[in-house]
């Protein structure tokens, strides 16, 4: 009992920390603002994939690569599964440095939400009533913050679509976190390596023409990508879904937070009471997660007092 308490602490532990650290991203993006979107992207593709590589060959975890080159379907999975992430990777980091980071936090907002729909749609998941109220809650949010600002908020939404498409896929496909990291990395690499020998061909790459500190700066790209995956991985292992449901909204809230009061970006009236959807959207889809959890949990334990 002790050491299962120890466990879900730990792993409380561990989500609560990659939470955190993919919340505090924006400092680090908004620090790089000179490099560009796309270079920032690049540096952080090739870095990543030297890490987990580096992680894969410490720990002796080859043994799939030799599979997944014989299976085209599974490869083919990856492919668009890495040209998701990458979009979705490049879409944040150009959030932040063209000063959206509160639209995109929104989009991580209604990313759990736009999931359970997607899984709907393609998996053929049946949605509770407050599912659907949460649901229907933030697209009535969306659609007011396009009406009275005139524009939709096409940034933040891609940043849900993407990511839900990109754990759809990866709900699928055969690999583990840290393996299919590593595959996408390599998939991604090409087009990482490309763009930055076309930029020092250019004389435009930041990393050439820069000083020590700014190089340091595009170097911790690598662990700063990594470190967040691995601790959900090994936390997310150890503690219920529903409290992972919880502690996922942790950081768009610093996202938010950061937006508005590190980088003083425009909050109209309009955008808030858009948001308040959004914000109900989430209490609600939160509240029945918890409720189904309970319900399932005590189910179980009927079902093993039955057979007892």
Known sequence: MKFHLAMTRLGVFFTLGAYICWGLFPFYFHALQSVGA???LAHRI???????????????????????????KVLGLFTLSALLIGCNWGAYVYAIVSDRTIEASLGYFVNPLMSVAIGALFLGERLSRWQWMAVALAATGVIWITIQTGTAPF????????????????KIAPLGSLEGMAL???????????????????????????????????LLAGPISTIPLLLFASGVRRIPYSTVGIIQYISPTIVFFIGLYAFHEPFSIDMFVGFVFIWCAVIVFTVDSIRRSKAVKANINQRVSDQH
Not at 157 to 170: D, H, P, Q, V
Not at 184 to 200: I, K, T
């Open 155 to 170: 940034l933040g939404l891609f940043l849900a679509a993407s990511f839900a498409f990109y754990g759809l896929i990866r």
């Open 184 to 218: 996408e990395s390599v998939l991604l690499a090409p087009l990482a390596l490309g763009y930055m020998l076309w930029l020092n061909a250019d004389g435009q790459l930041v990393f050439a023409n820069s000083g020590w500190d700014m190089k340091a700066m595009l």
């Open 38 to 40: 796309v270079e920032i």
């Open 46 to 72: 090739l870095w990543s994939l030297v890490i987990v590589a580096g992680i894969l060959l410490v720990l002796r975890r080859g043994a799939w690569i030799k599979s997944v080159v014989s299976q085209p």
